[in-house]
Nanobody, 125 residues
Framework: QVQLVESGGGLVQTGGSLTLSCVAS????????MAWFRQTPEKERDFVAT????????YYADSVKGRFTISRDNAENTVWLQMHGLKPEDTAVYYC??????????????????WGRGTQVTVSS
């Protein structure tokens, strides 16, 4: 099975940028669809962005479209989430997610096979 470790979170001011990384180990992610989700204490875990196995297809939640970019490098076994124009409502724990033996994109919690432990992003107003 694959293990996912996120990094890159932190504290940033409104309008700032962060890039999150998700490094996988145990298996190559070239056989996995990948995604990012986020969660606050008040809400359930929500879809943020997803990317297919080749990086040629990707989708975003409406709330982040135009500000966030998801990308991947299968040779490096890594997925990134570039975040620009951050807003206080982007504050959350961000989780990397993987769906095994799946070449497409996904956005539902029940489709996730593996989760990382998350990285905190805090946007100050």
């Amino acid at each position: 099975q694959v293990q996912l470790v996120e990094s890159g979170g932190g504290l940033v001011q409104t309008g700032g940028s962060l890039t999150l990384s998700c490094v996988a180990s145990g298996e190559t992610i070239s056989n996995y669809g990948m995604a990012w989700f986020r969660q606050t204490p008040e809400k359930e875990r929500d879809f943020v962005a997803t990317i297919n196995w080749s990086g040629g297809a990707y989708y975003y939640a409406d709330s982040v479209k135009g500000r966030f970019t998801i990308s991947r490098d299968n040779a490096e076994n890594t997925v990134w989430l570039q975040m620009h124009g951050l807003k206080p409502e982007d504050t959350a724990v961000y989780y990397c997610a993987a769906k095994k033996d799946y070449s497409g994109t996904f956005r539902l919690l029940r489709q996730v096979d593996y989760w990382g432990r998350g990285t905190q992003v805090t946007v100050s107003s």
